[in-house]
Nanobody
Framework: QVQLVESGGGLVQAGGALRLSCAAS????????MGWFRQAPGKEREFVAA????????YYADSVKGRFTISRDNAGNTVYLQMNSLEPEDTALYYC?????????????????????WGQGTQVTVYS
């Protein structure tokens, strides 16, 4: 079992920044990747970014590339999502997820079904 707890969401004006955190605990030794997804009301869950443990690689959705940065702490138990130049379209409930799926194709980490555990989510609201 892996437990994930997100924090750092809030209300921010367009152009502003927020940093989300995801603290992982439990059987994290089998984790291959950590991902961030988001879901706006009435929309499908959407991939945002992934941190792939092998080689410390990162992978981003085109919509956030250049604005968002995913990283993790040295202990490997906390993953961050730095979000800059926020837009109203970024408004959503942001979820952290853990994957034990081993793939060299980074695009596989954009698929929600390849994640085993999910946090409860943290709300991000961007107003113009």
């Amino acid at each position: 079992q892996v437990q994930l707890v997100e924090s750092g969401g809030g209300l921010v004006q367009a152009g502003g920044a927020l940093r989300l955190s995801c603290a992982a605990s439990g059987r994290t030794f089998s984790t291959y990747a950590m991902g961030w997804f988001r879901q706006a009301p009435g929309k499908e869950r959407e991939f945002v970014a992934a941190f792939i443990r092998s080689g410390d690689n990162t992978y981003y959705a085109d919509s956030v590339k250049g604005r968002f940065t995913i990283s993790r702490d040295n202990a490997g138990n906390t993953v961050y999502l730095q979000m800059n130049s926020l837009e109203p379209e970024d408004t959503a409930l942001y979820y952290c997820a853990e994957s034990s799926y081993d793939s060299t194709l980074f695009v596989m980490y954009a698929i929600p079904k390849n994640y085993n555990y999910w946090g409860q989510g943290t709300q991000v609201t961007v107003y113009s």
